[in-house]
């Protein structure tokens, strides 16, 4: 295996100024879920956490503690999938903020704060629509008052009131917000007035300020990763932090052999859709990926050691790894996060 990817944390503080500028006055919250996107997450997290970013959102309570484990006590760290007792105790440990959205996870919650003799952070998820882990509507009153009953307890602080929403269609999205703010009408009917009210991921952060609220939860976008279908990064005002490289293992004849495949986490669909390597002879089509090695159409000069970009800013010519993603009919993040973790990651900052 040649491959390594290469993450600019100095493109990655500047995306976190660009987003924050964006968004102001709402905060920005760092999704650093699926080892921040590929790219490394104690790297990420240490670089963000320098350049002053100080909400982390890690999915899961084991990631969320291990954020913990490199911000320090400053930061809130937030993690909203729990399933267990266990990980509830390990969120309480680990001093998170939790996203709940389910009644009997609530009183689980209660139940181990109490235990604890701690008061935990919790933010409320009603669900608008996209039917993941959401309270439903119909069931929405009955848990905040709950949720009010627990807070005066003293186990629960609810800080927050949050929804996830698919940001694939403004129409959809707006019916989301309508519940939303039913959502939040009906908590405040229950003493319920939460200080971070967050709604939007990248794609709406940046494009329905009306979405922003108190605080948006961004990873794509600070990753450099565009939206398929939307805006280059260019005009978002962001740059893509990693570049995927391979060295060419072998030339015969009009063809150039990479030493990166599937294995690595490259698609094998990706060839012959009109995806393309940058080399220095410019754009080279990707014409097979095998288990361990690729082959490309060759250049003049092609040599064995040469390397090649295989998405991100590198040599001439090559895409972005949302580029890539279009020609799969997929999401750039996921053709990051496909980058197996035994490709080495090389920080530069
Ligand atoms: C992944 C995720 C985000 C971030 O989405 P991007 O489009 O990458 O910005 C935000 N909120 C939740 C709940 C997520 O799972």
């Known amino acids: 295996m040649t491959a390594r990817l290469h993450v600019d944390l100095t493109a990655l503080t500047a995306n976190l100024d660009r987003v924050r500028d964006t ?35 890690a999915f899961d309570t084991r990631t969320g503690a291990a954020v913990r484990a490199v911000v320090g006590s400053g930061p809130r760290v937030f993690a909203w999938i729990a399933a267990s007792r266990d990980d509830l105790d ?29 008061t935990v952070r919790v933010h409320l998820k009603i669900d608008t629509g996209l039917h993941r882990n959401g ?48 959502a939040l009408d009906e908590a405040a009917a229950a003493g319920i007035h939460p200080p971070v009210r967050h709604l939007a991921a990248s794609a709406a952060s940046f494009a329905r300020p009306e979405f922003r609220y108190d605080l948006v939860r961004v990873g794509a976008f600070c990753y450099g990763i565009r939206s398929a279908g939307g805006p280059s990064a260019g005009d978002l005002g962001l740059r893509p932090i990693a570049r995927l490289e391979a060295e060419v293992t072998a ?11 599937a294995l690595d986490g490259l698609p094998t669909s990706l060839a012959g859709t009109g995806a393309h390597v940058g080399t220095a002879e410019g754009r080279r089509r990707l014409e097979l990926v095998g ?4 082959v490309v ?31 799969i009919g997929t999401i750039g993040e996921e053709i990051a996060v496909r980058v197996s973790p035994l490709v080495p990651r090389v920080y530069e900052s």
């Open 90 to 118: 390990t969120a309480i440990c680990a001093g998170l903020d939790l996203g709940i959205g389910d009644a009997e996870l609530l009183e689980e919650l209660g139940d181990a704060a109490r235990d604890a003799g701690a």
């Open 291 to 294: 288990e361990t090695r690729s």
């Open 297 to 327: 159409e060759t250049w003049p000069g092609a040599a064995v050691g040469d390397t090649v970009t295989v998405f991100g800013p590198g040599l001439q010519g090559e895409g972005s790894s949302t580029d890539l993603a279009e020609l």
């Open 135 to 182: 309270v439903r509507p119909e069931a929405w009153p009955a848990f905040v008052r709950r949720a009010a009953q627990l807070q005066a307890d003293g186990a629960i602080d609810v800080v927050g009131v949050w929804s996830h929403i698919a940001e694939a269609s403004d129409a959809e999205d707006d019916d989301a917000r309508t519940v939303y703010e039913w």
């Open 251 to 261: 030339v015969h004849g009009d063809a150039a052999e990479l030493g990166i495949g």
């Open 23 to 57: 968004v102001a006055p709402a905060e920005l919250m760092l999704v650093v879920k699926d080892d921040a996107y590929g790219h490394g997450l104690d790297p990420v997290v240490r670089a963000a956490a320098a350049a002053g970013v100080d909400w982390f959102g």
